[in-house]
């Protein structure tokens, strides 16, 4: 869930960057005016997570702080973009963000229910997260009308980063020892800590697979042979980045259950011919591209708004 957990918390992120309704109930105090929007301190206390009973003694205390004024610059940021939108009339369905949602809860392996239960634990309303969904879905038709189609990448520039940048494009396969625990189990991470605490006592860890490890290749002793590393799920593959070989990796969660790896081997091939890599060389570049002239876009489009920054 912690994945799940980054990815709400980023997309709520993107919605509360956009204003909503004022409260007409509470008095609220102006931080900012954007051309003919306006940004509450309500809205940006509920950007920054602001806890009044937190860190920070008062409001006022934290918006002097200049962190508060980077996450106002993206709040700015994000309100140019959606009034881009609206100039550009640039929609999104419900039935796209509800295919978006339908997508995180298959790779998260959850039902609906646990994914409104996940949000809720985090703090994060499930309008809220469907909402930044949206805006989220808005900013990239934005940038793919404005920036994108200005981004043009040669083939000679493809061999030539190709050329400068072999070693990138080397295979990288590892040899490791594996013992999984389901996340079906109820005591799953408990299972999986008391394998890892076994291992780093002494316990072979061939020994520890084969009674903890809930696969096949526990009767290999958790030998799952040479993988390539970036078949890898996410978690495993950073995982097993920080290990030397000899070393036993603390447990870690993916979307299926509870693992334990030690590394063996590492081994890496010949570079990749161009033609296999081709693509991502262009998907790379283009990125790097795309990055570059969007902050020249959003410096063009706050030089032709009217900003006024009251904190």
């Given at each position: 869930m912690n994945r799940l957990f980054a990815v709400s918390v980023l997309l709520a992120g993107l919605f509360v960057?956009?204003?909503?309704?004022?409260?007409?109930?509470?008095?609220?105090?102006?931080?900012?005016?954007?051309?003919?929007?306006?940004?509450?301190?309500?809205e940006v206390e509920r950007y920054v997570h602001v806890e009044k009973q937190g860190k920070f003694s008062s409001v006022n205390e934290y918006l002097r702080d200049m962190q508060l004024r980077d996450?106002?610059?993206?709040?700015?940021?994000?309100?140019l973009i959606k009034q881009q939108a609206k100039k550009f009339k640039v929609e999104v369905s419900d039935k796209e963000?509800?295919?978006?949602?339908?997508?995180?809860?298959?790779?998260?392996?959850?039902?609906?229910?646990?994914?409104?239960?996940?949000?809720?634990?985090?703090?994060?309303?499930?309008?809220?997260?469907?909402?930044?969904?949206?805006v989220s879905l808005v900013r990239n038709r934005v940038l793919a009308r404005t920036v994108s189609p200005q981004v043009m990448i040669s083939d000679k520039e493809l061999k030539s980063y190709y050329d400068t940048?072999?070693?990138?494009?080397?295979?990288?396969?590892?040899?490791?020892?594996?013992?999984?625990?389901?996340?079906?189990?109820?005591?799953?991470?408990?299972?999986?800590?008391?394998?890892?605490?076994?291992?780093?006592?002494?316990?072979?860890?061939?020994?520890?697979a084969k009674e903890y490890s809930d696969e096949a290749v526990n009767v290999e002793g958790g030998d799952i042979g040479f993988v390539k590393k970036d078949d890898l799920f996410p978690e495993l593959r950073n995982?097993?980045?920080?290990?030397?070989?000899?070393d036993v990796s603390h447990?870690?969660?993916t979307p299926y259950g509870y693992h334990v790896l030690k590394l063996l081997e590492v081994k890496r091939s010949e570079s990749?011919?161009?033609?296999?890599?081709k693509?991502?060389?262009?998907?790379?570049?283009?990125?790097?591209?795309?990055?570059?002239?969007?902050?020249?876009?959003?410096?063009?489009?706050?030089?032709?708004?009217?900003?006024?920054?009251?904190?």
């Open positions: 960057l956009v204003p909503g309704p004022a409260r007409s109930e509470v008095v609220d105090k102006i931080v900012a005016i954007v051309n003919d929007d306006i940004i509450t301190l309500q996450k106002l610059d993206a709040f700015i940021e994000n309100l963000v509800d295919g978006v949602v339908e997508s995180i809860r298959k790779r998260h392996l959850i039902s609906d229910t646990e994914l409104k239960e996940q949000l809720k634990k985090e703090g994060i309303d499930y309008k809220d997260f469907y909402e930044g969904i949206k940048h072999s070693e990138e494009f080397r295979e990288e396969e590892i040899r490791m020892l594996h013992i999984f625990v389901s996340g079906q189990r109820a005591d799953g991470q408990q299972r999986a800590t008391e394998a890892y605490k076994l291992v780093t006592e002494g316990k072979a860890f061939s020994e520890v995982a097993a980045s920080l290990l030397m070989p000899g447990v870690v969660r990749l011919p161009f033609e296999t890599v693509d991502k060389i262009y998907q790379d570049l283009v990125q790097k591209e795309s990055d570059k002239r969007y902050k020249d876009y959003m410096r063009k489009l706050r030089a032709s708004a009217y900003i006024e920054v009251k904190i």
